[in-house]
């Protein structure tokens, strides 16, 4: 029977043995600890046979930053495929103020067609406006979609100025 109780004695001197090596050495656990969490926050990577911790946060870091880049590459190209003078007319749509005067030529006519179709704006009928007239207001609304793309376009134009600017 006593033979039997060997494994668990030994077990229980191990455990005692860890707990009082941690207590003895308690400051010093607690400063290494400290150590290496001030170590870790400020970026530098600490290795323990074969566990390296903090690396993954520079490369996590700099991944982060190529999207950043990407991501605002894929917006300026998104904001900047609507030539001038389609975004202007979008723009005067987009005005609390009446478009204006306005002249249904070829080339307007395919720019509403094309504003209808992605959902900038709401007509009725491109046929049915007239050839000219004193508001094109009157005919064509721009949905949310479209007010929400003349924002965003206006936001980043003043972003672009700026950053042109402080160059």
């Keep these: 029977m006593i033979k039997e109780l060997v494994p668990l004695l030994q077990t229980f001197l191990w455990i005692a043995l860890i707990l009082w090596l941690i207590k003895y050495f308690k400051f010093e656990l607690k400063l290494l600890r400290e150590v290496l969490v001030k170590r870790l926050e400020s970026g530098s990577s600490f290795k323990a046979g074969p566990l390296e911790i903090g690396e993954l946060k520079n490369q996590v870091e700099s991944v982060r930053q190529d999207i950043n880049e990407i991501n605002q590459k894929i917006i300026e190209l998104f904001l900047t495929t609507m030539s001038p003078k389609m975004y202007f007319n979008l723009e005067k749509l987009a005005a ?26 709401d007509i009725e009928s491109i046929k049915a406006i007239p050839e000219s007239g004193d508001d094109l207001s009157k ?20 972003e672009q100025n700026r950053d042109i600017k402080a160059q």
Excluded at 139 to 158: C, E, P, Q, W
């Design 96 to 121: 609390t103020d009446p478009f204006g005067k306005y002249e249904k030529t070829k080339g307007l006519e395919r720019e509403l067609y094309h504003l209808r179709d992605i959902g900038y704006v």
């Design 139 to 158: 005919y064509v609304k721009i949905t949310d979609t479209g007010k929400a793309f003349v924002k965003l376009r206006a936001t980043f134009s003043k």
